[in-house]
């Protein structure tokens, strides 16, 4: 314990292995017990466990793209610049989305379930104790994007466009122009407003964007003119076009009954879920028959996607939670500092980045059924 101290985030993850180990081959005393969980809770209500000076992640631009480890508390990403440079500002955020915040199953990086290197990595799982809500898809593991969000935000600005005229020309001109939808209405958010106001307007946006997918996927068309006799939406209760789109697995039944199939592990060994579109009818077989804790489901988010979203933009679910949206609607945001609201600036772009995928998604989906059914017919 003191060998480790003062605490980093990425360091907390072993203490928070340690809280989380059931062996009685390695059983902790009281003591030990004690002074772990009063040094994890005092990380977590200090500065130092969300901090841009303190995130353990290293951008930078250069040839390739490229991943490592810089030291055991930093690790380094480097951007293909070129590849960027190259990209048409019209299809910038869905390429920004796909090379870098989501894995190639087009799940977000934030909300994977990280592995410490360490030798109770194998012990890690969700959901055990009070600390869930800094270890299970929250602070510390939502600092990749948010360390490539604030990158991004800089180079962005070098080419005379932002995050905030990117996801209006998502909604004005790439969903018209690819999915041939022109329903969607969004209000361009001043990228020179300070961040207090930016989060403020942003989480009304993301109210009404959810509220206009609901209503396109309930009847087919957007009516703005119904926004508003429509209620706050549940990130867990919005409906997919998609039938069955996600499958959800408990990932200690991966490990024991795929122990020996590489390919079923890769793609459950950071996330619990993974779209259907994904597995082959051979391997959505194979879990379906080989285990029984299953949950298939057809929402817009993932459960993990929209317990992020519930704990960054809400209480509902989470009694520590963010609640930025509640905060910044009702004017309780006063006693922010101005890294405070820089910070959540960024968290709830990553938020929104989450919604934005998803719709993406489901509109390829649509669009795909469609042209289906054309050619059938």
């Known amino acids: 314990m003191d060998s480790i101290l003062p605490l980093t985030p990425d360091k907390t993850l072993l203490l928070a292995d340690l809280t989380l180990v059931n062996d009685k081959n390695f059983y902790l005393n009281e003591v030990t017990k004690t002074k772990i969980e009063y040094t994890l809770e005092k990380f977590v209500n200090s500065s130092q ?15 390739y793209d490229h991943y490592s480890q810089k030291s055991s508390n930093v690790v380094s990403i480097t951007i293909n610049k070129n590849a960027l440079d190259l990209t048409h500002t019209d299809v910038l955020l869905v390429y920004l989305i ?3 915040f989501n894995d190639k199953y087009y799940r977000n990086n934030t909300v994977g379930v990280i592995r410490s290197d360490t030798i109770f990595s194998e012990l890690f799982v969700d959901n055990v104790n009070k600390y869930s809500s800094l270890f299970n898809n929250q602070e510390y593991f939502e600092t990749y994007n948010l360390a490539l969000i604030d990158k991004f935000s800089i180079y962005l600005k070098k080419r005379n466009t932002s995050f905030e005229k990117l996801i209006f020309n998502f909604f004005d001109k790439y969903i018209p122009n690819t999915f041939n939808i022109q329903d969607f209405r969004v209000a361009l958010v001043d990228d020179a407003l300070p961040s207090e106001t930016k989060n403020k307007l942003f989480v009304i946006e993301i109210e009404s964007i959810l509220r206009q997918f609901i209503l396109l996927q309930k009847e087919n068309k957007i009516d703005v003119n119904n926004l508003k006799y429509m209620h706050q939406p549940r990130y867990d209760n919005i409906h ?16 024991k009954y795929f122990q020996d199939d590489n390919k079923i592990l890769r793609i459950f060994n950071s996330f619990n879920y993974v779209e259907e579109k994904f597995l082959s009818k051979t391997t959505l077989n194979s ?5 029984i804790r299953v949950n298939r489901y057809s929402n817009l988010f993932s459960t993990s996607e929209s317990n992020y979203l519930s704990y960054c933009l809400d209480n509902s679910l989470f009694s520590d939670a963010l609640a930025l949206r509640n905060i910044y609607l009702h004017g309780a945001s006063k006693h922010f500092s101005d890294e405070d609201h820089r910070i959540n600036y960024l968290r709830i772009l990553n938020c929104m980045l989450i919604i934005i995928a998803n719709i993406n998604d489901e509109l390829i989906y649509k669009i795909d059924t469609l042209e289906k059914i054309e050619t059938n017919n």
Do not use: R
């Not at 466990?49 to 040839?63: D, E, I, Y």
């Not at 998609?242 to 039944?253: A, F, R």
């Open 49 to 63: 466990s969300l901090s841009t000076k303190n995130w353990g992640v290293a951008v930078q631009f250069g040839k």
């Open 240 to 255: 997919s076009f998609v039938k069955n789109k996600y499958l959800e697995i408990d990932q200690n039944s991966v490990f």
């Open 287 to 291: 879990i379906l028959e080989t285990t």
């Open 98 to 100: 796909s090379v870098y």
